[in-house]
């Protein structure tokens, strides 16, 4: 079992940066790949990030790619979404997830999720 919480959403104005972080219990995080999806009101739940579980490899949408950074402290059990250049159309809720079947661009594949934080991004 793994619980995941949320943090770091909040308002900032465009071309401005946050860091949201994503706090996990339980031993085995290390085994899980990391996600990150966002979903806007009236939209679908969209990928965002994944992380491998090692923290080897790294996957983007195309439409953060270059400006958004996952991360991930073991240590810590702690994922990380460094987001900056922020633009309006990144405002949404943010989520984290996990999943033991690899890091993955679906939803569906992953099994533990977050509560949620909200970014705000104003014109």
């Known amino acids: 079992q793994l619980q995941l919480v949320g943090s770091g959403g909040g308002l900032v104005q465009a071309g401005g940066s946050l860091r949201l972080s994503c706090a996990a219990s339980g031993r085995t995080f290390g085994t899980y790949a990391m996600g990150w999806f966002r979903q806007a009101p009236g939209k679908e739940r969209e990928f965002v990030a994944a992380i491998t579980g090692g923290g080897g490899s790294t996957y983007y949408a195309d439409s953060v790619k270059g400006r958004f950074t996952i991360s991930r402290d073991s240590a810590k059990k702690t994922s990380y979404l460094q987001m900056n250049s922020l633009k309006p159309e990144d405002t949404a809720v943010y989520y984290c997830?996990?999943?033991?079947?690899?890091?993955?661009?679906?939803?569906?594949?992953?099994?533990?999720w977050g509560q949620g934080t909200q970014v705000t991004v104003s014109s």
């Open positions: 997830a996990a999943t033991y079947r690899g890091a993955s661009m679906l939803v569906n594949e992953y099994n533990y």
